[in-house]
């Protein structure tokens, strides 16, 4: 093994506070849905209204992330990386004090500005500190950071919202913000790990964006990467409530029932990017290790969510909505890794920002959508699970999609035929 087939030293520790990083941005992005309940009687809101509120926070999420993705091709990620966990803080605080449904849609609008970028920035930052063959793992422990802060936060955030209401709950999170971001100062470092240019052009190569942005496999993988995202945005908004509005569960049940879906694809994810780069490390093509594995799961998953409402007990509703919503959440490693295979090292960060982008696009839609099903259902319960039926087709014709079209080797010869020599980006100093 040389030295380019090893990670950096220290590349574990930044990869711990990566994992803390996207774990309070996810914590960030559930409180909502935990909430939804209390929430929604306190400020009077129908469940047309939640849903736009669910729908808001994601407004500004994927030009937030584009436009910063373009700095960090410029920019050091310590620095944007900082600059998004300030902004979580403190838009959380005005939580604290009378809240108006205008001032929750403006905090949640900038809240999702500040956070769109979370995600393919902290992936770039860690990827200047590991190879392509063993990026499989740590992009998997970032990726769950979502999970875990779902599963560590919501027990807490729920004990909160019954013991000191709502508001605190937002509170804790802007303080745990601030937390991370001293940690961050003190220890958050840049990786130097520059990968090696997609064609024999030179370090310099740059592929123009329209044969980026027309790429079938990155088509393919951000149509997939979109129907999983439709069903992690359902659960952000909408599973807690399903579980106390729809099932008739008690807050406090529901409230700690809503980790299991985060749970079983915090499993999911560390298992398929475990298994994903073994498989890549043994010289399996990207074709199966990251097309077809995590395809074959998204499919699995769509076939089993139409089932939900045809279930004759709570548990077994449940348990088909928690299988088939993170049986494919395997996608999110593999799309990170498939972009950075298919993009010269200048223009990573803004291709992982414009494709994270397209596949958030789905957290506009999905809560809105569900809500107004809701509101127009014979019943909400009934609201619910025609939600679900919809989100197993886009599973279905996203996993399709993929499987056919995710070929990385293919499409990474005929990009390299577009590869272009071009003078270096200056960097812009802080």
């Given at each position: 093994?040389?030295?380019?087939?090893?990670?950096?030293?220290?590349?574990?520790?930044?990869?711990?506070?990566?994992?803390?990083?996207?774990?309070?941005?996810?914590?960030?992005?559930?409180?909502?849905?935990?909430a939804?309940?209390?929430?929604?009687r306190?400020?009077?809101?129908t469940?047309?209204?939640?849903?736009?509120?669910?729908?808001?926070?994601f407004?500004?999420?994927a030009?937030?992330?584009?436009?910063?993705?373009?700095?960090?091709?410029?920019?050091?990620?310590?620095?944007?990386?900082?600059?998004?966990?300030?902004?979580?803080?403190?838009?959380?605080?005005?939580?604290?004090?009378?809240?108006?449904?205008?001032?929750?849609?403006?905090?949640?609008?900038?809240?999702?500005?500040?956070?769109?970028?979370a995600?393919?920035?902290?992936?770039h930052?860690?990827?200047?500190?590991?190879?392509?063959?063993?990026r499989?793992?740590?992009?998997?422990?970032?990726?769950?950071?979502?999970?875990?802060?779902?599963i560590?936060?919501?027990?807490?955030?729920?004990?909160?919202?019954?013991?000191?209401?709502?508001?605190?709950?937002?509170?804790?999170?802007?303080?745990?913000?601030?937390?991370?971001?001293?940690?961050?100062?003190?220890?958050?470092?840049?990786?130097t790990?520059?990968?090696?240019p997609?064609?024999?052009?030179?370090s310099?190569?740059?592929?123009?964006?329209?044969?980026?942005?027309?790429?079938?496999?990155?088509?393919?993988?951000c149509?997939?990467?979109?129907?999983?995202?439709?069903g992690l945005?359902?659960?952000?908004?909408?599973?807690?409530?399903?579980?106390?509005?729809?099932?008739?569960?008690?807050?406090?049940?529901?409230?700690?029932?809503t980790?299991?879906p985060w749970?079983?694809?915090?499993?999911?994810?560390l298992?398929?990017?475990?298994?994903?780069?073994?498989?890549?490390?043994?010289?399996?093509?990207?074709?199966?290790?990251?097309?077809?594995?995590?395809?074959?799961?998204?499919?699995?998953?769509?076939?089993?969510l139409?089932?939900?409402?045809?279930?004759p007990?709570?548990?077994?509703?449940?348990?088909?909505?928690?299988?088939?919503?993170?049986?494919?959440?395997?996608?999110?490693?593999?799309?990170?890794?498939?972009?950075?295979?298919?993009?010269?090292?200048?223009?990573?960060?803004?291709?992982?920002?414009?494709?994270?982008?397209?596949?958030?696009?789905?957290?506009?839609?999905?809560?809105?959508?569900?809500?107004?099903?809701?509101?127009?259902?014979?019943?909400?319960?009934?609201?619910?699970?025609?939600?679900?039926?919809?989100?197993?087709?886009?599973?279905?014709?996203?996993g399709?999609?993929?499987?056919?079209?995710?070929?990385?080797?293919?499409?990474?010869?005929?990009?390299a035929?577009?590869?272009?020599?071009a003078?270096?980006?200056?960097?812009?100093?802080?």
């Amino acid at each position: 093994m040389t030295v380019h087939d090893r990670p950096l030293k220290g590349a574990w520790g930044m990869t711990a506070l990566l994992f803390l990083f996207m774990l309070i941005n996810f914590a960030d992005k559930v409180v909502v849905g935990l909430a939804a309940v209390p929430l929604t009687r306190d400020l009077g809101l129908t469940p047309e209204q939640f849903g736009d509120i669910g729908s808001a926070f994601f407004l500004l999420f994927a030009v937030s992330a584009i436009v910063v993705g373009f700095i960090s091709n410029r920019v050091q990620t310590r620095h944007t990386l900082l600059v998004m966990a300030i902004i979580w803080s403190i838009v959380q605080f005005p939580m604290l004090g009378l809240v108006s449904v205008e001032t929750l849609i403006v905090c949640r609008i900038i809240l999702g500005a500040g956070e769109g970028p979370a995600g393919p920035v902290a992936t770039h930052a860690i990827y200047k500190w590991f190879p392509d063959s063993l990026r499989g793992l740590p992009t998997a422990v970032i990726a769950q950071g979502s999970a875990f802060g779902v599963i560590i936060a919501v027990p807490l955030l729920n004990w909160i919202i019954e013991t000191y209401t709502w508001h605190w709950a937002f509170g804790a999170l802007g303080i745990a913000g601030l937390v991370w971001t001293v940690l961050w100062l003190i220890f958050g470092r840049e990786g130097t790990l520059v990968d090696a240019p997609v064609s024999t052009n030179g370090s310099n190569e740059r592929i123009p964006y329209r044969y980026l942005l027309t790429c079938p496999t990155i088509l393919a993988v951000c149509a997939a990467g979109f129907a999983s995202y439709w069903g992690l945005a359902l659960g952000l908004t909408w599973f807690t409530s399903y579980l106390v509005a729809g099932l008739g569960f008690s807050q406090k049940l529901g409230g700690n029932l809503t980790v299991l879906p985060w749970v079983f694809g915090a499993l999911v994810v560390l298992t398929g990017g475990y298994l994903s780069q073994r498989l890549k490390r043994k010289g399996v093509s990207s074709r199966i290790c990251r097309g077809i594995l995590p395809s074959l799961a998204i499919i699995t998953g769509g076939c089993a969510l139409p089932f939900v409402g045809a279930m004759p007990t709570d548990g077994l509703k449940i348990a088909f909505l928690v299988f088939g919503s993170a049986i494919g959440s395997t996608i999110y490693v593999v799309l990170p890794m498939i972009i950075s295979e298919l993009t010269p090292h200048p223009q990573r960060a803004a291709m992982l920002a414009i494709t994270n982008s397209v596949v958030t696009f789905a957290g506009i839609l999905a809560p809105k959508i569900m809500g107004s099903m809701i509101q127009n259902a014979a019943t909400p319960l009934a609201g619910y699970e025609q939600g679900y039926v919809i989100l197993g087709v886009l599973l279905l014709a996203g996993g399709l999609v993929g499987l056919l079209f995710i070929r990385p080797e293919r499409d990474r010869t005929r990009l390299a035929a577009r590869a272009v020599a071009a003078p270096p980006l200056t960097p812009i100093r802080a």
